[in-house]
């Protein structure tokens, strides 16, 4: 695929912009077609992951959106943060098989053509294909005049990641009772509850986006805004670390629903993921929005990742060992709950 995102656009310093933001993610494995347009990435017979040889690598694809967020962003530092976000949505998915991204393709798709806005969205998604140490390999821009309203857009995007088969993180089998569940940071909802921002927020209550709430310090609409965490190099810290030992045994991202349900999406035949409720991160955006929507505890938990993006879960002896690796990589963790042997629902907060 090429850039796309030149097509009807005026070319020149535009196209130069495009290429210039495209070629800020590359890597040695990429091959630039004719006219500098990426559409190709070599896979050797033996694929080097974590700077070593993987001889039977797996493939891992993921897709991923932004739900509401267009509608909220208005500068262009806001739609770049809006790229960002779609980078996490994406590679975050193929992180839980275990699997490191390889590169990612976006679609921007429009109702007016608008060189500016694709630009700054393409900013984004290269500033979090570059955390991710992932080729944007290219984008399309699309405009529909008559078919897409004018002002908010939609943003997609898709990825392939690798990893090794035998340490695929292929569905439950590998966890067990006795495995410590470490819960990694989120930046606020991320993609979690998207349904309900666009019902309430967009809604009935979209004349508070702009108030400064006093439990946040800045309007609501900024704190919805935050780009999602992209937590490549705290997983590869743990997993570089214990390629041979197999220390992580699931993981799990939290991203359009709950913090219970992703989890139990993770958990094996009669294993039950025993969360603490004082072990979970203390952000005040869950409490605004269960304050402005009026919901209650059972429903917070089946639709927001209540400050938890991603969720590890470790054999016991290297337990405090994981959590002191992602810490080091940037990211917030902690020990919040444990595998027990049980038949009832597969995630429980007590």
């Known amino acids: 695929m090429g850039s796309g995102l030149g097509d009807g656009a005026g070319g020149g310093p535009f196209q130069a912009e ?21 559409a190709l990435y070599s896979m050797p017979g033996q694929v080097g992951l974590f700077a070593r040889r993987c001889r039977n690598p797996v493939l891992a694809a993921g897709i991923g959106g932004v739900g509401p967020k267009p509608q909220l962003a208005r500068d262009p530092a806001e739609h770049e943060s809006v790229g960002l976000s779609l980078v996490a949505a994406c590679v975050n998915e193929v992180l839980a098989r275990g699997a490191l991204p390889l590169f990612l393709v976006h679609r921007l798709a429009t109702g007016e ?67 410590v569940v470490v819960g990694i ?3 606020g909802l991320h993609g979690s509850g998207d349904e309900w921002v666009r019902q309430t927020l967009l809604g009935t209550r ?18 919805l805004l935050r780009p999602a ?18 220390v992580v045994h699931g993981l799990a991202h939290v991203g359009n629903g709950g913090l219970l349900p992703g989890l139990a999406r993770a958990m094996g035949r009669r294993c039950v993921a025993r969360l603490e409720r004082a072990a979970l991160p203390s952000q005040p955006i869950f409490r605004v929005v269960q304050r402005l929507g009026g919901l209650g505890d059972d429903e917070m938990r089946r639709t927001f990742n209540l400050g938890v993006g ?27 709950g444990q595998v027990v042997q049980g038949d009832g629902p597969a995630a429980e907060l007590g």
């Open 18 to 38: 495009v290429l210039r933001q495209l070629r800020s993610t590359y890597g040695p494995a990429v091959l630039e077609g004719e006219g500098g347009a990426a």
């Open 310 to 336: 991603l969720v590890a879960i470790v054999a016991p002896f290297y337990a405090d060992a994981a959590v002191r690796r992602i810490r080091r990589a940037g990211e917030c963790a902690a020990v919040i």
């Open 185 to 187: 940071e989120s930046a």
């Open 229 to 246: 965490r992209i937590y490549v190099k705290a997983v590869r810290a743990v997993l570089e670390r214990y390629r041979v030992k197999g």
């Open 206 to 223: 979209r004349a508070q986006l702009d108030e400064v709430l006093p439990e946040l310090g800045r309007p609501l609409r900024a704190e």
């Open 113 to 179: 053509p608008d060189p500016a806005l694709a630009l700054q969205v393409l900013r984004g998604v290269a500033a979090g294909c570059r955390q991710a140490d992932c080729a944007l390999l290219g984008g399309t821009a699309d405009s529909r005049p008559g078919a897409c309203a004018p002002g908010p857009y939609d943003l997609t995007g898709f990825v392939v990641g690798m990893v090794e088969r035998e340490r695929l993180l292929h569905g439950p089998q590998k966890v067990r009772p006795g495995d």
